[in-house]
Each structure stands twice: as C-alpha cells, then as structure tokens.
C-alpha cells in the first residue's frame, strides 16, 4: 500500500469575503484527499495573519464535533475518529492530531475524515471595514502515517481570500492543482450583525442585507440556535419552510426577495414558556446563504428577553398597541384604537373614543388572562381570532372583521345551548370561551371587565 497523498477541489479556491462574514475554506463542499494510509494530522493557518481579525472556526452542523471550539484541547470527533488540537494553536492557525486517540483496532482516519474536517472550517476576517486589497492566503497540510520520498506523505494546499474577484459568465475552474472557485462572487450578508438585545416580537434581521453580485438566486437558511426558547411567527414566514422543532427556516428566490422575507421575519417566545418569571438567555440565529456554487455564513448573537411586561400608551390618533408577551398594561388614549394584549395577564384600557379589544393568543386562566378596564358597550368592541377561537367559524379577518353569530352568544353563568361558545357572566364581570357550548367542557376565562354590562353578540366580531 503506497504512502503517496493528495487532495482535489481545493487548492488554488479563490473566495471573496465581506467584513466580519464567515466563508468556507472549502466553498462547495467538495474537497476530495486520497491516502494510500491513515492521516495522522492536519494544519491550517492564515498566512501572515492579523492576530486581531483573522480567525478560523469550526461549524458543527457539517458532520463533525468539537468538545470546545478550535481552542488547545479541544476534541474533534468525525464519525468513530477522534483527535485534538494540538498546543501552539490558535485562532488563526489550528493543528489537528489523531494520534492521540491511534487504536490498532481503528487505525488513524482515511481521507473521507480529514476532508469532512476541512470543509468544516470558516475563515472570517472580523474587522468592521476592509481595504479594497485584502488579500489573505489559507495554507492546509495534511500528513499521513508511513512517510514516503519526496514528500509523498504530505499534501499542501492553498486557498485564496480577497475582498473583491472579478465575475467572468461561465467560470468556475481554479489551478491546475484542481481549485474550483473563483470568478462567480459569493452571497453576500451585510447591514447590523452586532449583538443587540431583543424582546418577544422583535424583527432581528430588519438590519441585515443579503444580496449576490451576480444576480444568481439565493437559498437562505436561518437556524435557531434554541427552538425551545423561542421561533418564527408563522404569520411573517413569507413564503419559504420553517421547522419549529428544529428552528431552521429555508427560504429561495432572488436576492431582493430573499432579502425581503428575512428583514420581516418575527421572532417570539415559546408558548411553554409564558406564566413564567421575565428572563434574558443567549440566542443566536445562524445565516447561511448559498448561490448553489457558493456558501456565505454569518452568526447574529442576540440576548433575548421572555416575559418582559410593557407599558405602552397610545396617543390622541389612532393607535394600535401590541403587548405580546408579560404582563403589559395598554392605554390607547384618545382615539379609536386598537388594543392587542398578546399572551401573559394584561391590563388593557382604551381610553376615549371607539376601540377594540383584541384577543389572538390562545387563554389560560393562569397565565393568558386579560382585565379590561373601561368597556363601553356604545362605542368599543372586541375581536377574537379565529385561528384560536375556531368554533367561530372561517369567516373574518383584521381588514375585514366578521360579525359574531348571535346564536354563539349567550349571558349567564354557563352555556344552555351547545353553540353558546362566547359567554358573558354579568354578575362576576367575566367573559368565557366554550368549545364545546353546553357539553362537559370546561369554558376557560378570556378576560374580567365590568359587571352588568348590556353586551349582545353585536359588541363582538370574528377575525
């Protein structure tokens, strides 16, 4: 068995890279190494580097683990191999050793290991602005285990990096040595990637631009770094796919639609987490976007507030209040405004003029029930959603609200009829929602207002 390695699809790669923006080393994923025996290590630095901006990282979503980053000890496992980063690395120059895990049993890794290791590894530039002759070099070695002559036992490639490469149709080959980037531009991802502090209902990406030189269409992904914590509001989805158990959405098209549908995506809490006390915990939103030939990558680092009360007051116009999650007090003031408390116990007053109370999350006695504090049957209303409330019926929407049924209607203590789904107890001041009218369901309590009010089915409508 020869000793002889060598690589394919990556030596002589040319990528161009924004400021503060990850890019693969191996760009399309497709870097090939060939051993006639099992590697034993890899290196990969940054020529000359910036030790203040130049970085190289590790992107655990492509089939490999770290048990602490790139740092010295860390743990690298691809597959059933295991190696280290070595002593004397550092953010811009790695060395990965299998040796220390060597079973005779296992033997070191083949080359299908050290190029899925390669094509892990991110090289980012983390300076705010870069000068239009940026130009980085990314040198990778790779040994195996028997030696050889003439340096038959090692591989050396080389990738390219530099702020800006000029287009040419129909070009991709790199080097002889067998590179296959160059001419076409990567997606690009700019605008605020700063880390911010953000609140149920936030819009993170309304800063970020994604766009593409060459025109290409754009596939985007965003990963939510913990699903449980919070996801994507379906109603700002725009098209594309969105997995909330796993937190990734995909969304492809043009770069002015790509980009377009991530600035509106809204982000909010997990249901499971409301009743429970405000919190600020770390989510980060992972963006890679792909021209097919070319992957781009960026991380935003967000502290994301759950459960965090507001208080919000409107003004003489006419406004519309969202209070999302937390216990939120809403004023609208004068006007005639629209008053939508979201989930958690709110306090929702209207003010002068004819308003609507709205209610679009689901209730819960304990911790999604509302107080309206000054209903007034000759002037305001309250909207119910029917994508909650979905005896309701199909017909309504906010443009265009659908006035409820009288016969879902009903005043006293309980439901008599099996579609007296909406009832209003006059004597404690406490409105209900039954699914099942006069079954053995048990109603559950939307919202407390006044007490003996002269409300009909005409004070409430469907949307």
């Known amino acids: 068995m020869g000793t002889t390695i060598y690589s394919t699809n990556l030596d002589g790669d040319y990528h161009r890279i924004s400021p503060n923006v990850g890019t693969y080393i191996d760009w399309g994923s497709n870097s090939t190494v060939n051993s006639g025996w099992g590697i034993t290590d890899i290196q990969i630095a940054v020529f000359m580097a910036d030790q203040a901006h130049d970085r190289l990282e590790i992107d655990t979503a492509m089939g490999v683990s770290a048990s602490n980053g790139l740092n010295v000890g860390s743990v690298i496992t691809i597959g059933n191999y295991k190696g280290v980063i070595g002593a004397g690395s550092t953010k811009y120059n790695i060395h990965l050793s299998f040796s220390e895990f060597y079973d005779e049993e296992v033997e070191f890794p083949r080359g299908t290991i050290a190029a899925k290791f390669i094509q892990s590894i991110i090289y980012k530039n983390t300076s705010e602005t870069l000068p239009d002759d940026f130009y980085r070099q ?51 991802i700019t605008g605020d990637l700063k880390r911010k502090t953000i609140s149920d209902m936030a819009m993170p990406f309304s800063g970020v631009n994604i766009g593409d030189a060459n025109g290409n269409n754009v596939s985007v992904t965003i990963v939510v770094s913990d699903p449980k914590r919070g996801g994507f509001l379906a109603s700002s989805l725009g098209g594309g796919t969105y997995d909330p158990v796993t937190g990734v959405y995909t969304i492809t098209g043009s770069p002015a639609q790509v980009n377009a549908a991530v600035k509106k995506l809204v ?17 980060s939103f992972k963006i890679i976007a792909s021209d097919y030939y070319r992957n781009t990558v960026a991380t935003l680092e967000t502290d994301f507030w759950t459960n ?130 006069s079954g053995k369901g048990k109603a559950v309590e939307i919202a407390s207002l006044s007490k003996n009010l002269a409300l009909t089915h005409k004070d409430f409508f469907v949307i």
């Open 138 to 188: 990314v040198y990778v070695a790779i040994d195996n285990w028997g030696g050889g002559n003439n340096n038959e036992g090692n591989d050396q490639s080389y990738i390219s990096f530099t702020k800006w490469m000029p287009y040419q149709p129909g070009g991709y080959g790199g080097n002889a040595g067998g590179g296959t980037g160059g001419w076409n531009l990567p997606p690009e």
């Open 267 to 283: 982000f909010t809490q997990s249901p499971d987490l409301e009743g429970k006390s405000a919190a600020l915990a770390p989510v």
């Open 308 to 437: 965090r009360a507001h208080t919000l007051k409107g003004k003489s116009g006419s406004d519309k209040l969202y209070g999302y999650a937390g216990k939120d007090k809403l004023s609208g003031n004068g006007g005639n405004d629209k008053l939508f408390g979201g989930s958690g116990n709110d306090t929702l007053t209207g003010g002068t003029g004819k308003d609507v109370f709205a209610f679009d999350y689901k209730p819960n006695t304990k911790t999604n029930k509302d107080k309206i504090v000054d209903f007034k049957v000759v002037d305001d209303s309250i909207w119910l959603d029917n994508a909650i409330f979905t005896k309701l019926g199909k017909s309504g929407t906010e443009k265009k609200p659908a006035q409820l049924k009288s016969s879902y209607f009903t005043i006293g203590s309980k439901a008599k009829d099996k579609n007296d789904y909406v009832i209003y107890d006059d004597k404690k001041g406490k409105l209900f929602y039954d699914a099942d009218g």
